[in-house]
């Protein structure tokens, strides 16, 4: 039995993953896979994957795309999540700053350099208007946990999150919603390192074949919204907005959603060159 680590964010999305793991639908396939948690999100998944801690990732598009064409020796074998990704803006609840414009110059909360909170921060800052060199600071907090004790303290002004995982905070009086910023392409993607795809491309398939088998299904499970909802301490009112606004797919990106997000990325200075499609797509 063949073995493979995954690693993605413990959040909603990757529920999917979790049930098929919990019915052993992966080992039906002859194969062992196993998750690994990464609450610190995207840039620390880079690392695994560029450290060979991890052979595959759910990770966000915008952050995947932008290592690989920093370097890291992996493509994207499909899309998972293809709506966008709701990023909330918020503060500590005790916060002086009541709208977006009270934002401008002071220190977004980022998880690392790299990370998704780091380039919607950029992307957010652009769609504004604002200088990205005067009216756009950073402070490095590491997680969700890091943005939740550090805010409240002055570590950092403003956090950018997933808005329903942060949902129970803004509830709980630690954070306030101040606003939100969509993504411009499809949230989540899968992404291989090559050396797995070269050996493993079959497994790799089946991998995908039953990982989309289960999204297809995920929304008509009996009781879906009280399950989501008691694993991430949500609300199910909450879980089943969530619910309308995300769709999984099992299509790789358009070759136009991956010119947008690297002329995104060029148009921020956020990456200096760019490959070709065949360098971050793979097409089984």
């Not at 074998?77 to 709701?86: F, H, I």
């Not at 002071?106 to 005067?134: C, P, Q």
């Not at 074949?209 to 989501?228: H, L, Q, R, V, Y």
């Not at 070759?255 to 990325?265: G, S, T, V």
Request: net charge negative; hydrophobic share 40%; charged share 30%.
């Amino acid at each position: 039995m063949r073995k493979f680590i995954i690693g993605g964010v413990p959040e909603h999305f990757n529920l999917p993953w979790k049930l098929a793991l919990d019915d052993k639908k992966f080992q039906q396939k002859n194969i062992d896979l196993s998750w690994k948690d990464f609450p610190k999100g995207t840039g620390d998944m880079n690392r695994a994957l560029r450290a060979k801690e991890i052979d595959m990732a759910v990770i966000l598009t915008e952050g995947i795309v932008r290592d690989i064409v920093k370097g890291n020796d992996c493509k994207i074998v499909q899309v998972y999540v293809k709506s966008p990704l709701l990023w909330g803006i918020h503060v500590a609840a005790n916060s002086d700053y009541n709208s977006i414009e009270d934002l401008k110059g002071t220190h977004a909360a980022i998880s690392r350099y790299g990370s998704g909170s780091h380039l919607m921060a950029v992307v957010n800052a652009e769609n504004l208007d604002w200088n990205l060199e005067k009216d756009l600071k950073f402070k490095v907090i590491d997680d969700l946990d890091g943005a939740l004790k550090g805010l409240p303290k002055g570590k950092g002004d403003y956090f950018m999150w997933e808005k329903f995982m942060t949902k129970p905070y803004v509830d709980n009086g630690i954070f306030r919603l101040i606003d939100e910023s969509p993504t411009p392409w499809p949230s989540f993607v899968i992404v291989v390192r090559n050396e797995i795809l070269e050996q493993h491309e079959d497994s790799i398939m089946s991998i995908l074949e039953t990982i989309n088998s289960e999204t297809e299904e995920f929304k008509t499970i009996p009781g879906i919204e009280n399950i989501i909802a008691e694993h991430f301490g949500q609300k199910p009112a909450d879980v089943k907005k969530w619910l309308s606004l995300t769709e999984w797919t099992d299509k790789q990106l358009t070759d136009k959603e991956l010119d947008n997000i690297k002329n995104k990325l060029l148009q921020l200075n956020l990456i200096e060159d760019t490959l070709t499609t065949s360098d971050i797509l793979h097409l089984f």
